[in-house]
């Protein structure tokens, strides 16, 4: 029982480690970073499939949202639309640009 508990932690640093790594190697600059994280805690729950090929209730953002003009996904998120809150009041301004700048690197057709 001690044993197989002392192989589950090992697995677990293991997975931590190699987690790690790949954030590092993710050629990503920290403001993209930090956008990946805002996107995944405030936008994730509509805008990233739960599970693969999944649906979303919003579509899958990419660079190309907002047909591609910045100044489109900044009004998306400052004011939201009637089936998507505002982040106005949510987010900080650096945070938004570390979103867009985050978004810039999804490849279109994902
Ligand atoms: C409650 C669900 C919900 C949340 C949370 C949400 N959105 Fe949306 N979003 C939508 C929906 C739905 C649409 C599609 C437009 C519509 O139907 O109003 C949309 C559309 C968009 C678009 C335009 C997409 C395109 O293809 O042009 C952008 C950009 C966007 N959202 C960004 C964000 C960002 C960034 C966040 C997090 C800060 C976020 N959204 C959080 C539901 C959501």
Same mark, same amino acid.
């Given at each position: /029982?001690? &044993?197989?508990?002392?192989?589950?932690?090992? @697995?677990?640093? $293991?997975?931590?480690?190699?987690? %790690?790594?790949?954030?590092?190697? #993710?050629? @990503?600059? #920290?403001?993209? &970073?930090?956008?990946?994280?805002?996107?995944?805690?405030?936008?994730?729950?509509?805008?990233? *499939? *739960?599970?693969?090929?999944?649906?979303?209730?919003? *579509?899958?953002?990419?660079?190309?949202?907002?047909?591609? #003009?910045?100044?489109?996904?900044?009004?998306?998120?400052?004011? $939201?639309?009637?089936? /998507? *809150?505002? %982040?106005?009041? %949510?987010?900080?301004?650096?945070?938004? #640009?570390? !979103? !867009?700048?985050? @978004?810039?690197? !999804?490849?279109?057709?994902?």
């Amino acid at each position: /029982m001690k &044993r197989s508990v002392s192989v589950i932690l090992l @697995l677990l640093a $293991g997975y931590a480690q190699y987690s %790690f790594a790949q954030q590092a190697g #993710d050629g @990503l600059t #920290d403001q993209q &970073r930090l956008g990946r994280q805002i996107v995944a805690q405030a936008c994730g729950v509509c805008h990233l *499939p *739960p599970a693969r090929n999944a649906r979303t209730y919003g *579509p899958l953002l990419t660079k190309g949202a907002g047909g591609g #003009d910045e100044s489109v996904v900044r009004e998306y998120i400052l004011n $939201g639309t009637p089936r /998507m *809150p505002s %982040f106005k009041y %949510f987010l900080q301004p650096a945070e938004i #640009d570390a !979103v !867009v700048a985050y @978004l810039k690197t !999804v490849p279109a057709n994902k």
